[in-house]
């Protein structure tokens, strides 16, 4: 039995598909009583749980082997993967995949990154089997996130400079995802996913121009607008303050930048193209 955290987010909603297509036994393990019953009416297992509160864990780890981790960039957030991952191994759970991202690293300057660094560290520390999938920048943060300026102002708004970033789409994260949950022969292993080709804003925005027959500007924004903006539209101050450094990560680590190959080697299939994304999702800019 596999067990899906993060089940409701871009990548689990897509894990979750790809899961039911191999007919693979799993459940999944999400916060909201509504999320449940949703899960539940597409005949999919499902039992409310919270990382945060560690008298969940027992009941949603009963009877799973192996365990996608999958948690929400919060302060606290390395503390609540040690304590769940102490129920892991207190259930006998065998097998820990755990989502990451490139440049993961308990030392860097970003929170988001340094979160990701600890975790994967007392992951490795457990005494379980794991392995760690570091996806880079998502395809679908472009809709999530900048398709109303596009579609209002015709303008992208990022504090990216013309950092180069391997965008990625969650369903070839996904599809990696499943293939390492559902294989042999990925212990212990650190997977690094990115898309076929890396890309400045400044490139989107061009390849939006070109698609949607208008022209879309980028605007590179100053660092302290960029955090007023984020915290202005709900975001707290923490995670603002993240993503700003987040970027500074891709505009100065080459390595963030490099393509590589490992989507195709793990699911036998080429990610999809930047270009793909953008033209399936068209109406949203």
Not at 78 to 83: H, P, S
Not at 105 to 131: C, F, I, M, Y
Not at 209 to 217: P, W
Not at 244 to 270: C, M, P, W
């Amino acid at each position: 039995m596999i067990l899906i955290t993060g089940a409701t987010g871009k990548i689990g909603k897509e894990l979750v598909l790809d899961l039911s297509a191999r007919r693979s036994e799993f459940k999944v393990m999400t916060r909201s009583k509504e999320a449940v019953k949703d899960f539940e009416g597409k005949g999919i297992k499902a039992i409310q749980g919270d990382f945060e509160t560690s008298g969940t864990h027992a009941a949603a780890l009963a009877n799973v082997e192996t365990v996608f981790l999958l948690t929400s960039p919060h302060p606290g957030g390395v503390a609540c993967e040690k304590t769940f991952l102490a129920a892991c191994k207190a259930k006998g759970v065998r097998q820990v995949v755990r989502l990451s991202a490139i440049g993961a690293n308990p030392w860097v300057a970003s929170a988001l990154l340094r979160n990701h660094g600890k975790g994967e560290a007392q992951l490795e520390d457990s005494g379980l089997r794991w392995t760690i999938l570091r996806p880079n920048i998502f395809m679908q943060n472009l809709v999530a996130f900048m398709a109303p300026t596009v579609a209002k102002e015709s303008t992208l708004y990022a504090p990216a400079g013309e950092a180069l970033m391997p965008w990625v789409d969650t369903r070839d994260i996904a599809a990696v995802a499943a293939t390492v949950l559902t294989s042999e022969g990925h212990d212990g292993l650190v997977y690094e996913l990115t898309g076929p080709e890396a890309l400045t804003y400044k490139q989107v925005a061009e390849r939006l121009s070109k698609l949607l027959g208008r022209q879309i500007s980028y605007v590179d924004v100053p660092d302290g607008a960029a955090h007023q903006s984020m915290v202005s539209m709900g975001m707290s101050p923490w995670m603002a303050e993240g993503m700003i450094t987040l970027y500074h990560h891709f505009k100065d680590n080459g390595h963030s930048a490099q393509v590589l190959e490992t989507v195709e080697r793990i699911t036998g299939h080429a990610p999809r193209t930047l270009s793909a994304y953008l033209k399936e999702n068209e109406a949203a800019f």
